[in-house]
């Protein structure tokens, strides 16, 4: 496209663009059209997207508040890049999941639920009062019981305490009640417990008043506080909260101490009596809620009466879209923190849709994760539309089937890391396939069948599973090749593999998951790499391996060794600095002065994984970042956080330590998530090697690529839903192509095809 100096107010210009990897990158984005950024994994796509033109909008959003106002919003630091100019608002739809939030549903979430509300209150009979009454997050509408939330929780009182102890001996086993606590105290120090009897010789009165008793009035070192038992506390502090707890130790003492169940008083609707006798044709509003979104919108179009027609139309507009972007399977009382990241990206996506705004900026993190062929025609359709309503649209995307309905191409790379950060090509589809680059190159990439597929050495049985929509589903999938299970989203796919795949020893689950772990986990650490490293440190030098660890002996004294300084101000949110001691190093002096082959800690834990493989030669450190350069990742650091990994990538660093397992039956999860064109061979590579080493390797995965080079298929569906759940065929992908009229043998066909 080529873009005339009259027409700069109709370009986006970035000049001198450093953030992360980017090497003083300058290019003009034109507006109001689609433009896909391209290029392999960490070539500096969501850099330039995200960290420079994304944070900028929101940056500049920012400072149109009041001073005051300003004071409650997080501090955006100004990105790296000389002129950003013609800028208009950004809205990022992304892969975060949607918080686990029990209050959030994907009808709070996208407003349909507040839509059905109004309706309900106007048409419902008998009538429950005004729409606040359907609300089971206000006290008007909520079961009293659950308050609002569908289920509720009992407690495991032997599992709170150790009867054999004291007080004072540590008897309580809830986090932050260890001895001489503050929680601890208001027990030990109430006048209601002998601190030093043991809790097995407690009459029925002192376990009463421990554990049960409600709250009341005391004096605890001369201040007056409330007492309350136990199991009373334990229940207010821990699970009487609506968002789920961050910290994994408090996961595992919830799971140990308490189980869950459907609230009697409401079934899990979460509404009082009230709410739920007011019906319209027959269903109460937590009837609606419940269907399949699909279903529901054929209910609400049968629905008619004055002052409800421009909100039932404006709510079937939201219903047809989140049908339309492949989420029709899903219902509105679904939690939010239960949506996959491409589930919740394209919740969030429909709730723009019907936005009066024009001129305003999308930009898209991959839509089309978890998405069937069948159903990313239908994602770029909602993109076009977004487009069509005089909007900029950037999308940073691998798959081939959206690179080619954009309007612009920018191509960054030509590597990873260091290796990239470059702009290689900006402009139109054809000069794209012309441009000789890598992303040009394999835009056309077809794999083949596999002309002789390799024979199960067995099998696992999969017999009558029920899980979510799967209908009694018998399946064998054997063991020995290389397996994909696919099918459209919602078919049944995770249900059937997650859920309903035996449990075995030798079984290896590399999921997108979140990875366990703080700012100070990396890479390094995860993988076990430097306990290696270290030791080679401390042998190079003379000294104690625990130097070398920024969690242990050598760490910064100032940062702690997480190498940045938190400054809590207040009402705003806690601001990072680089630690002015050791400058981000996050070692010590000392510890910084030792070298191992002219490289000091920090300089190492900097380095990417495909240089250290160059720089180690020891076998210990080596056969580690071999694996991890083998699954792809050899342009992230040793010393990188783990909290700033992908879902794709973490999977494949789980991938990468459990490589080691000989004879194991591995499932991975849509493992092309995050891949460019020519990563995908490397992974098909990959997955060979697996299984000709004696594995078993299973795959839920859309890209048709995997399909190809698969031993065997396991398509479900046929539909989403309630119109899923079954197994369409199992076979060979050429048995597949020749018999199958799945939609997903559809799309393999074409796409064979055009291999042929």
């Known amino acids: 496209m080529n873009l005339r100096a009259a027409d700069t107010h109709d370009v986006i210009e970035v000049r001198g663009a450093r953030e992360n990897n980017l090497q003083d990158v300058s290019l003009d984005i034109p507006k109001r059209r689609l433009t896909v950024f391209t290029g392999v994994s960490g070539s500096g796509k969501s850099s330039l997207v995200f960290g420079t033109i994304a944070a900028e909008s ?64 106007r048409l419902g009979a008998p009538a429950a009062g005004t729409q606040r009454a359907f609300s089971f997050n206000d006290p008007a509408g909520m079961c009293p019981k659950c308050e609002g939330l569908g289920r509720v929780s009992a407690l495991d009182e032997d599992a ?136 529901l919108a054929e209910v609400v179009r049968s629905i008619d009466g004055p002052g409800v027609r421009p909100l039932v139309a404006t709510l079937l507009e939201t219903l047809d879209s989140l049908v339309e972007i492949g989420l029709g399977y899903l219902s509105l009382d679904r939690e939010s923190g239960t949506l996959s990241g491409g589930e919740a990206q394209r919740v969030k996506m429909v709730r723009h849709l019907g936005s009066s705004l024009t001129d305003v900026t999308y930009i898209f993190d991959e839509p089309t994760v978890g998405l069937h062929p069948h159903d990313i025609r239908r994602m770029n359709d909602l993109l076009i539309r977004l ?47 012309e441009s000789g680059t890598l992303t040009g190159r394999h835009l056309g990439y077809k794999a083949r069948l596999r002309d002789r597929p390799r024979t199960p050495s067995g099998q696992i049985e999969i017999r009558g599973a029920k899980l979510h929509n799967l209908r009694g589903v018998d399946v064998d999938v054997p063991l020995g090749v290389l ?8 078919s049944g796919k995770s249900s059937l593999i997650h859920g309903c795949l035996p449990a075995r020893d030798d079984l290896v689950v590399a999921d997108q998951s979140a990875i ?107 056969s580690i970042l071999d694996r991890l350069a083998d699954v792809g990742l050899g342009y992230i650091s040793l010393g990188q956080p783990l909290t700033t990994l992908s879902g794709g990538e973490r999977q494949r660093i789980k991938l990468a330590i459990n490589m080691a397992a000989k ?19 490397q992974l098909l590579t990959l997955l060979d090697r697996l299984v000709d080493a004696g594995n078993t390797v299973i795959v839920i995965e859309h890209h048709q690529a995997v399909m190809a080079h698969a031993d065997w298929i396991i398509d479900l569906g046929p539909g989403a839903g309630h119109d899923g759940g079954t197994v369409v065929f199992s076979g060979t992908p050429r048995a597949l192509l020749d018999s199958a009229k799945s939609l997903t043998a559809e799309h393999l066909r074409e796409y064979v095809g055009a291999a042929e």
């Open 58 to 121: 929101q940056r500049l959003i920012n400072e149109t508040y009041t001073a005051f106002v300003q004071l409650f919003m997080p501090n955006i630091p100004r990105p790296d890049v000389e002129e950003l100019r013609n800028l208009s608002a950004a809205i990022v739809v992304d892969q975060e999941r949607m918080g686990a939030n029990a209050r959030s549903t994907v009808g709070t979430a996208t407003d349909a639920y507040t839509m059905l509300r109004i309706i309900f209150s």
């Open 160 to 295: 709170l305490v150790d009867r054999e102890k004291s007080l004072n001996e540590g008897a309580i086993l809830a986090p932050s009640f260890q001895v001489d606590s503050w929680y601890w105290q208001s027990f030990a120090e109430s006048g209601f417990l002998d601190p030093d009897k043991k809790l097995k010789d407690y009459t029925e009165q002192e376990w009463a008043d421990f554990m049960h008793k409600p709250p009341t009035k005391v004096k605890t070192k001369g201040i007056n506080t409330t007492y309350e038992g136990l199991a009373v506390k334990v229940q207010r502090v821990f699970l009487s909260k609506d968002k789920e707890p961050s910290q994994a130790h408090v996961k595992a003492f919830i799971e140990r101490v308490a189980t869950f169940a459907t609230c009697p008083a409401c079934g899990g609707t979460r509404l009082n009596p009230a709410a739920l006798a007011s019906k319209i044709g027959g269903y109460s509003i937590a009837d609606c809620s419940a269907m399949q979104i699909s279903d």
């Open 387 to 433: 487009r069509d309503k005089g909007n900029t649209v950037l999308v940073v995307e691998h798959k081939p089937e959206t690179i080619v309905i954009a309007d612009h191409v920018v191509d960054l790379g030509p590597g990873a890391g260091r290796d990239g950060g470059r702009i290689c090509y900006t402009g139109d589809l054809a000069g794209l396939r």
């Open 483 to 490: 397996t994909v299970v696919t099918g459209v989203a919602g």
């Open 516 to 622: 366990r772990g703080s700012r100070r986990s990396n890479p390094a650490t995860y993988t076990g790499l430097l306990d290696p490293i270290r030791t080679l440190f401390a042998k190079a030098n003379g000294v104690k391996p625990a130097l070398f660890s920024a969690n242990s002996a050598g760490a910064c004294p100032v940062c702690k060794g997480i190498g940045l300084t938190f400054t809590d101000l207040a009402m705003m949110a806690s601001v990072a600095t680089v630690c002015e001691e050791c400058e981000g190093k996050r070692f010590t002096a000392e510890v910084l002065a030792y070298r191992l082959r002219g490289k000091n800690i920090a300089d190492v834990l900097a380095m990417p994984v495909a240089e250290a493989r160059e720089f180690f030669t020891e076998k210990a450190a080596r």
């Open 663 to 681: 004879a194991a039956v591995y499932v991975l999860d849509e493992p092309t998530t995050g891949l460019h064109l020519a990563d995908v061979e």
